[in-house]
């Protein structure tokens, strides 16, 4: 399999031969990272600058420690501390870092297609790590890795995603992946927080939790984006979680060996329960974190082995 692509930028660039050579090698990361051997040499001599313009845990940390164990020079950009607080642009930002020579630049930025927009400017591998409403690639594909691994498969299941659609990049990056991966689709939520023209999706729509859930086999909650929304979304939080947050009640409606995913940060109580989270018969959430670094490695590998096979200074 050849890695076509010069940056990660979408799952919408990706083919279902990609996607599964991703999964597949970063199932490979995956053991490898449970076992006591847990640095390479893949990224030695390489330089990857994380650029997090939004705030983050699970990915800044996973990207990081992705690429210490690839053994490549990992710098965290302190987004705050930059000149970008100066005034200086996205843009003027990029091509300074860029004539440092990096390798890998790792960006989250609250803009959609900014990370699109940084990638034509600089000669280097960029990864989305989540801009905006658009995509959040790593985490559909970390999630995709983790309901392979769970249920054996990642093709023909019926799978929930439940709760803010209309701001989250993680639902819009699941939704094309789980398309291209002949999954079916069900969207749970609101009419406030569906997204518009939701029938270009190829999903079903539920306003019901228990209709929606009836007989699905992976449960993908999401969290209310209150730093996206500019207005009044939903009465009150306490009415949402009657209404959409995932319980014990609610889950006995999907079939019996139903996963729980949510990509965090959680707010328990709101969108889910905090026993159900916790509850490690059901719920994965821990293991997506885990997955997580395996794919942030996959994803870096890839990507390095298709720069090298290109002429040097050739962009996309
Ligand atoms: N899932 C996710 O993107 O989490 P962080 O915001 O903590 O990176």
């Given at each position: 399999m050849t890695f076509r692509a010069q940056h990660l930028l979408g799952i919408e660039q990706l083919s279902p031969t990609e996607i599964t050579a991703i999964l597949d090698l970063a199932d490979q990361y995956a053991d490898m990272n449970r076992s006591g051997r847990k640095r390479g040499d893949l990224l030695a001599g390489l330089t990857q600058i994380n650029m997090f313009f939004e705030n983050s845990t699970r990915t800044q940390a996973s990207f990081e420690i992705a690429g210490k164990r690839l053994g490549a020079d990992v710098m965290n950009m302190a987004m705050q501390a930059s000149s970008i607080k100066k005034g200086e642009t996205l843009i003027d930002t990029a091509l300074t870092l860029n004539a440092m020579h990096p390798d890998l630049l790792v960006v989250r930025h609250p803009h959609s297609g900014a990370v699109n927009l940084l990638a034509e400017k600089v000669n280097c591998a960029v990864l989305n790590a989540g801009d905006g409403r658009h995509e959040h690639p790593t985490q559909a594909l970390l999630d995709a890795l983790t309901i392979r691994r769970a249920?054996?498969?990642?093709?023909?299941l019926n799978v929930a995603i439940c709760g803010?659609?209309?701001?989250?990049r993680v639902a819009r990056s699941n939704i094309l992946l789980l398309g291209k991966m002949e999954n079916r689709i069900r969207l749970i939520g609101p009419p406030t927080l569906m997204p518009a023209q939701i029938d270009h999706f190829g999903v079903e729509v539920y306003e019901d939790m228990r209709e929606g859930l009836a007989d699905v086999d992976v449960v993908m909650m999401l969290r209310l984006q209150r730093e996206r929304?500019?207005?009044?979304?939903?009465?009150?939080e306490r009415e949402y979680y009657h209404r959409y947050g995932l319980d014990t009640e609610k889950l006995s409606?999907?079939?019996?060996?139903a996963i729980v995913m949510h990509p965090g940060p959680m707010n328990r109580g709101v969108e889910i329960d905090g026993t159900l989270a916790d509850d490690i018969n059901r719920s994965v959430i821990q293991e997506q974190v885990e997955m997580g670094v395996a794919v942030r490695m996959a994803c870096m590998h890839l990507l390095v082995e298709a720069r090298n096979a290109q002429p040097v200074g050739v962009m996309v």
């Open positions: 249920k054996g498969r990642l093709h023909r803010d659609i209309a701001h989250s929304m500019d207005g009044g979304f939903i009465p009150s409606h999907a079939k019996d060996d």
